[in-house]
């Protein structure tokens, strides 16, 4: 069983800058291929960013060019730093996890933009 802990969210301005953090634990987040999913009210949950065991990512178009993701399996984190936030980037951001037909989610963090 996989646990997984998101922290880092908060209000921020349009252009600024926040870094998500989702910490593992359970299982090395290593052998896990992990992602950043968001959610705004009214919304579907979306795929913002992924990162595989390998450490190839991908990226949600919105989001290109503006968020970074990347993992410390030293430290069983995961990150998603976020640049140029725009108000649309407004949601609840959830950390996930898969291993083989296994999948796990953490609690979300609510990242709001606004002036």
């Known amino acids: 069983q996989v646990q997984l802990v998101e922290s880092g969210g908060g209000l921020v301005q349009p252009g600024g800058s926040l870094r998500l953090s989702c910490a593992a634990s359970?299982?090395?987040?290593?052998?896990?291929?992990m992602a950043w999913y968001r959610q705004a009210p009214g919304n579907q949950r979306e795929l913002v960013a992924q990162i595989s065991r390998i450490d190839s990512t991908d990226y949600a178009d919105s989001v290109k060019g503006r968020f970074s993701i990347s993992r410390d399996n030293a430290r069983n984190t995961m990150y998603l730093q976020m640049n140029s936030l725009k108000p649309e980037d407004t949601a609840v951001y959830y950390c996930?996890?898969?291993?083989?037909?296994?999948?796990?989610w953490g609690q979300g963090t609510q990242v709001t933009v606004s002036s």
């Open positions: 359970g299982s090395s987040s290593a052998g896990l291929r």
């Open positions: 996930f996890a898969s291993k083989l037909l296994a999948r796990w």
